[in-house]
């Protein structure tokens, strides 16, 4: 047996090298190192709580929105912010814009350009993908790019720019709209409506939020055979590479759920979902081991954790910390919110085949499609001269949670505030979840779990190609994930 | 290289968020990939945007180090980390087992043009903040000084400096523009300040073209997030110090900092992560905001900011805090 180790990954967010041990064609056991630190945990103690929001949202520059969310939530929770309706409506709009706008990007920059490889070439699909979705050459990226860039003018309004925008706030958001504004917000909208609709489903939003089983998928993907758009070529040539037998994990997903809706419910609901079925999250069963970082410390909850790099560490391979939901690995994304939230076809979809390469990415769309109609519906719920913002008045000792879900998954600040100063700040993002490395008890994080069985050149995947399917299948984000 | 020469370009990302990736991809009429053929720009390899992965990707770094490729320009987005105790060892490039800031200065010693993309890599930014765990540097900047991964003397094999694209991000048309001039040979050592960065949008300030110009005019201020006031006397607005053309260029469409109904925090500018007060607060001394325009005798700014203050419209007064007009512009009277 032989230990390998491949890296540089690209098309990920970040810098990302997995070893792995190899036996009879296929992975027998894989580390996941995330091999960037740059220690905004520490650059975060001794600030005033309110410089949080410049400074959380450049952990990350993919989901720096979200980032500013928790942090936002976090503040909120500790000053006890009451946001008005209009201002939860803007901050739900930025942030479903950047996941809705990530989860695209995922699909047309980093995760399609790897079955326009030469390795696939063989297959009767190829040279439609390969025309389609080639790096930099294939007609998808170019069309994509500006079907994204007039959606993101909807940020230049509503956030001023993004990323890194100070837009969200406690207690709301800074850019209240204007009548003219609201019309031009859903004209923005609404052409990147027709872009999922012509180009990427071919096909209404309603009929794809409305597929409810494996079954129906299928059926909706052979009648869009002649014409197909980019989902159903996923889906044919998913079918064709046996995607669904790739990468799974342990079946645990978790979810903090996303959006607030005018009643105050999340659109996608929390819970946890394992054995097969959906149970509801305790949060205080999160903490985060050290055993195998390149971290001083024990396991510890967040609200009590430290971040002090130990480069020396025995048994340590990754700056990633590893957190654990009651001890357990759990896995984190599209997928798990969309499973946590009970739609018929994902839940459908796991029972069949559970999580892997395949359903990760249907998830993902689906989810795109949910977003863009909820879009709709708030900006229309938008009330032009009603308040974006209520002010929060700072305490000087307070703790705050700020949970929120980000395109990749479940992301959690906990804070801290002692004499009007941040005594301590604590990040766990998705990818901290999904690229975790071993805890004490040996039990490996999700991607070494998912990677595991995986073949290394076989007829149908050669040259370690499924090895890359299945990490990007999580659209990692490095940079999030050590922080 | 001019008229039909093309440019070839090599990226990398080290200590940083890859928000600067993230903004480029945000780059308007025509879309990125348009514009860099456009431009001239060829690209070797970017992490997010090309096919070749892992051992095609090392195979191209090697073959620059050692001569056999030839590269035109270098961008490098994100802090050089040196730490810890100089080793670098914050960020070792996957599957390389060397640390990044190695490869850095390897291939920066080849190429034809090296840029800084974003305050991370010009002046080491946000990851340089607080107690600075990294040991986080610029390209040629530690900070404010000159010296950083490169050292001050460095100069790229045309003639000049590490270029710094500064900004947290950078605007997508601050580096397509300079790569684009780059590639044409028409960005020579005077198109760059005092800090290296390119005059061609540092020569504005974040001030020209607020929409909140009038507010500014007459000091009439906003006190809390969403109003429409001046953001200068309270709440930490900088542009009329920081030097970037954000409100002629734009963001993301119409947006900016300012339009956005947040501060400017200077990101272009060297220890933005650090200006020694809450960023959304302005320091008062006796009541008096610090940091006024730089150019401008500050008796002369206080006098004239008592006299706008006294003079300003009732209008205007109501409308910086509100977060709509709720007093519109009135009209002379019909004459009788």
């Known amino acids: 047996m032989a230990r390998q180790i491949v890296g540089p990954f690209n098309r990920v967010e970040g810098d990302l090298e997995v070893q792995l041990d190899v036996g009879d064609g296929q992975v027998d056991a894989a580390w996941v190192n995330s091999p960037l630190y740059r220690g905004f945990e520490q650059i975060l103690l001794g600030k005033i709580p309110g410089d949080a929001l410049v400074y959380a949202p450049r952990v990350c520059g993919i989901c720096s929105v979200s980032q500013s969310v928790a942090a936002a939530f976090a503040l909120g929770d500790a000053y006890r912010a009451e946001t008005p309706p209009n201002g939860i409506l803007a901050l739900d709009l930025i942030h479903a814009a950047e996941n809705l706008i990530d989860h695209l990007t995922h699909f047309y920059l980093f995760f399609m350009p790897d079955f326009a490889r030469p390795e696939y070439a063989a297959q009767p699909w190829h040279a439609d993908i390969h025309a389609r979705f080639r790096a930099v050459e294939g007609s998808a990226a170019p069309e994509f790019l500006q079907a994204r860039t007039a959606f993101m003018h909807l940020m230049g309004l509503l956030a001023g720019k993004w990323p890194h925008s100070l837009a969200i706030q406690p207690g709301g958001c800074t850019r209240a709209v204007s009548a003219r504004e609201r019309l031009h917000l859903g004209n923005v909208v609404g052409a990147f409506r027709r872009f999922l609709e012509q180009r990427v489903f071919a096909a209404p939003l309603d009929e794809i939020v409305a597929l409810d089983s494996r079954d129906a998928l299928q059926h909706w993907q052979a009648a869009q055979a002649g014409q197909p758009g980019d989902l159903a070529r996923f889906l044919a040539l998913g079918e064709a590479l046996g995607l669904h037998t790739l990468g799974r994990a342990a079946d645990r997903f978790m979810s903090f759920g996303a959006y607030r809706e005018a009643d105050g419910a999340p659109l996608f609901a929390r819970g946890v979902w394992r054995d097969g079925s959906l149970h509801s999250l305790d949060v205080d069963g999160i903490a985060e081991d050290v055993s195998h970082s390149w971290m001083a410390g024990d396991t510890a909850p967040p609200r009590t954790a430290r971040t002090l790099p130990d480069p020396g560490r025995e048994g340590a391979y990754t700056w990633c910390k590893a957190p654990r939901l009651h001890g357990k690995a759990v896995e984190v994304g599209a997928l798990a919110r969309q499973l946590v939230d009970g739609h018929p076809l994902i839940c459908d979809l796991v029972a069949a085949t559970g999580g892997n390469v395949l359903t990760r990415v249907v998830a993902r769309l689906l989810e795109s499609a949910r977003i863009l109609l909820a879009m709709q519906r708030w900006t229309d719920a938008l009330v032009p001269g009603e308040p974006f913002h209520n002010p929060a008045a700072p305490l000087a000792d307070a703790e705050g949670i700020g949970l929120t879900e980000a395109a990749r998954g479940s992301l959690g600040h906990w804070l801290r505030i002692e004499g009007g100063r941040i005594r301590n700040y604590q990040i766990v993002s998705p990818t901290t979840w999904n690229f975790s490395p071993r805890d004490a008890a040996g039990q490996p994080g999700a991607l070494e779990q998912a990677l595991t069985g995986t073949p290394v050149d076989s007829p149908r995947h050669p040259r370690k190609i499924a090895v890359q399917h299945v990490v990007r299948s999580f659209d990692p984000c490095m940079v999030c994930t050590a922080h | ?336």
């Open chain 2, 1 to 336: 290289m001019s008229g039909g020469a093309r440019m070839n370009l090599l990226w990398l990302q080290s200590g940083g968020c890859g928000g600067c990736t993230m903004s480029l991809l945000c780059a308007d009429t025509p879309d990125l990939l348009t514009r860099l053929d456009t431009s001239g720009i060829d690209l070797l390899w970017h992490p997010s945007l090309s096919e070749a992965g892992m051992d095609e990707a090392l195979r191209l770094l090697e073959d620059i180090r050692s001569g056999r490729q030839r590269l035109d320009a270098l961008c490098v987005e994100g802090s050089l980390l040196r730490g810890p105790h100089g080793t670098g060892r914050f960020h070792m490039l996957a599957g390389t087992g060397r640390p990044m800031i190695e490869w850095v200065r390897e291939l920066a010693a080849v190429a034809r043009y090296c840029v800084a993309v974003g305050s991370c890599a010009a002046f080491g930014g946000v990851t340089a903040g607080g107690s600075n765990p990294t040991d986080a540097c610029g390209l040629q900047y530690d900070g404010r000084y000159p010296g950083g991964l490169l050292g001050k003397d460095y100069r790229s094999s045309a003639g000049l400096p590490a270029i710094n694209v500064a900004g947290c991000p950078t605007h997508p048309d601050w580096v397509l523009d300079t790569l684009h001039l780059l590639a044409r040979g028409e960005l020579g050592a005077d198109d760059l300040d005092d800090l290296a960065r390119p005059r061609m949008y540092t020569d504005l300030l974040a001030h020209h073209g607020c929409p909140r110009n009038e507010f500014y005019e007459y000091k009439a201020s906003a006190i809390e997030p969403s109003d429409l006031g001046c953001l200068m006397e309270h709440l930490g607005c900088m542009g009329t110090q920081a030097q970037a053309d954000c409100n002629v260029r734009t963001w993301n469409g119409e947006g900016s900092c300012t339009r956005g109904g947040y501060a400017c925090i200077n990101c272009t500018a060297p220890e933005f992560e650090e200006p020694g007060h809450a960023f959304l607060r302005t320091p008062t001394v006796a009541g008096i905001p610090l940091g006024l325009p730089t150019d401008m005798p500050k008796a002369w700014f206080i006098a004239l900011s008592s006299l706008a203050k006294a003079a300003t419209p009732q209008r205007i007064k109501e409308n910086a805090r509100a977060d709509h007009v709720v007093a519109r512009p009135g009209r002379k009277p019909d004459r009788k």
